[in-house]
């Protein structure tokens, strides 16, 4: 998630506003985000799309605090202090990053069930860009 460009942000939509996995023809796995080559078997390039529910569990996660943020979070950063970003393992499998929100970050807990929803990440020349955040899954 480093910094694109305006150009390059568009041309990377159906990735952000949809959860879209790639799902390797040879040996089964599902790839995102998805890449030229199977990260799994690191043979095949054959793969069929799948939606991805958004649903899955803390796998890992840290706290962001002052300093070193990615831009995407700067802006978090300077509104709120520290916040928790969480690797996610998918019910289907892959393991993304995404900033957790309507959490308190004392709250988070590794094997809590979190869903993706699209939230505004920051704005920046003039666009407001979008992106999936983890929420805590209620009623799981
Ligand atoms: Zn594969």
Not at 55 to 70: C, D, E, K
Request: proline share 9%.
């Amino acid at each position: 998630m480093a910094h694109v460009s305006v150009p390059m942000y568009w041309r990377t939509i159906p990735q952000r506003y949809r959860l879209v996995g790639h799902r390797c023809r040879k040996c089964g796995k599902v790839n995102f985000p998805p890449k030229g080559v199977c990260k799994h078997c690191n043979v095949s390039s054959d793969f069929e799309e799948v939606p991805l529910s958004g649903r899955g569990r803390v796998h890992t996660f840290t706290l962001i605090g002052a300093g070193g943020a990615p831009p995407e979070f700067a802006e978090q950063e300077k509104a709120g202090g520290s916040y928790p970003v969480a690797i996610v393992e998918l019910e289907e499998g892959p393991k993304i990053i995404g900033q957790m929100a309507d959490v308190s970050p004392k709250d988070v807990k590794i094997g809590m069930p979190v869903r993706a929803e699209m939230r505004r990440i920051y704005r920046e020349e003039g666009v407001i860009r979008y992106g999936f955040k983890f929420v805590p899954e209620e009623g799981a």
